[in-house]
Nanobody, 115 residues
Framework: QVYLAESGGGLVQAGGSLRLSCAKS????????MGWYRREEGKERELVAT?????STHYADSVNGRFTVSRDNNKVYLQMNALKPEDTAVYYC???????????WGQGTQVTVYS
């Protein structure tokens, strides 16, 4: 069993900041990459940011320059600055196992940005 525990979501005014955290526990394996997706109400889930085993990062264009993804062993973080109302969504942490490849997902944490 693999468990991903997310925290840090909440309500924030536009221009503010939040930091999401996700801690993996349970079965041990080599992690290929970790990161965050989000889903706005009525829309498809979209990638926000990922960080690879080697530390390479990738960001959605909409958050590049405002969000920073980082990791520390089995934890992944998302520092979100200059938040906008359009960042409002449920944010999901994910971990991709290296071999055999398999994705694990957190339960999601709500981020609401008001203007």
């Amino acid at each position: 069993q693999v468990y991903l525990a997310e925290s840090g979501g909440g309500l924030v005014q536009a221009g503010g900041s939040l930091r999401l955290s996700c801690a993996k526990s349970g079965s041990s394996f080599v992690i290929e990459n970790m990161g965050w997706y989000r889903r706005e109400e009525g829309k498809e889930r979209e990638l926000v940011a990922t960080i690879s085993r080697g530390g390479s990062t990738h960001y959605a264009d909409s958050v590049n320059g405002r969000f920073t993804v980082s990791r520390d062993n089995n934890k992944v973080y998302l520092q979100m600055n200059a938040l906008k109302p359009e960042d409002t969504a449920v944010y999901y942490c994910y971990v991709r196992r290296w071999r055999p490849p398999l994705d694990y997902w957190g339960q999601g944490t709500q981020v609401t940005v008001y203007s």
